[in-house]
């Protein structure tokens, strides 16, 4: 199995980018440029997703991970910051609790941790990745124009279990957004969302443990929960509770896609801790 990672080289110190589900390398296109500008990039596309192979092991966190963590042994550079988004700082914690002398600070964007396992059907989330699992693999998205495959998840239901409200992905989303995602799925392999809604996504992967083995400092960018934010207060407390060297900030009124929503904001966040 192969990842393909995209490179932004300069004499510098190293960052490695990892991004979420159903995405690709290219979501962190916001804040290349400032980013590149103090560090050399590597941005890595996870299994099934992007031009990586597909993993013959499955899509769940665990196989991720030791997927990456595999990359990391690879790896050219010896020792780097490494930057996960979601199912990417999922990841990318357990690859710096596995490879600590090879990953020196990590930085956490909205992990979803519980969000996306035990409170899963309490939340918008598994109506969401259900509906985007099926379209993958129903024929007319796939072989849809761009701008019919946009109106198909433009159709998406998010259906709030707690409130019984239902709202169109279309009034939460820009079209120039839906294409991105639309970009994304037809790149990604038809499987890789299936573990999230056969609810086994986090099996044999306990996040208290890796966390509670993570020497490195950590900044953890939250999102706010009101505005669609994964990471809840109570796994970051105890997250914090864990780490050795946390740096909790939390981005109120934004939502999980801080990379895109605050792309400024969250560059001063990332500067900033790595000067530190």
Known sequence: MKLHMEQRRRDAAELVMIHGLTRRWQTFSPLLSSLSSRYSLTL?????HGESSANPHGYGVLQHAEAVVKWIDQFHVERFALYGHSLGAMVALQAAAQRPDRVSRLIMEDPPFETMGSRMEQTVWMSHFSQVHEI????????????????????????????????????????????????????????VVEP?????????????????????????????????????????????????????????????????????????????????
């Not at 890595?44 to 099934?48: A, E, F, S, T």
């Not at 239901?157 to 957004?177: E, F, H, M, V």
């Not at 706010?224 to 740096?247: I, R, W, Y």
């Open 44 to 48: 890595v596309d996870l299994p099934g």
């Open 136 to 191: 993958r693999n129903r024929e007319s998205f796939i072989r849809g124009s761009r701008k019919e495959q946009v109106e198909i998840l433009a159709d998406i239901l998010l259906r709030d279990p707690l409130t019984g409200t239902t709202q169109r992905l279309g009034t939460q989303r820009d079209p120039s957004s839906l294409r991105f995602m639309a970009a994304c799925m037809m790149k990604m392999d038809a499987t």
């Open 196 to 276: 999230v809604v056969t609810k086994c996504w986090l099996k044999d992967w306990n996040w208290e443990g890796y966390a509670a083995q993570v020497r490195q400092p950590t900044l953890i960018l939250r999102a706010d929960e009101k505005a669609g934010g994964m990471l809840t207060e109570h796994d970051c407390n105890q997250l914090c509770s864990l780490l050795e060297d946390p740096v909790p900030v939390l981005f109120a009124n934004s939502g999980h896609n801080l990379h895109w929503l605050r792309s400024v904001d969250l560059c001063n966040c990332v500067h900033t801790f790595l000067d530190s």
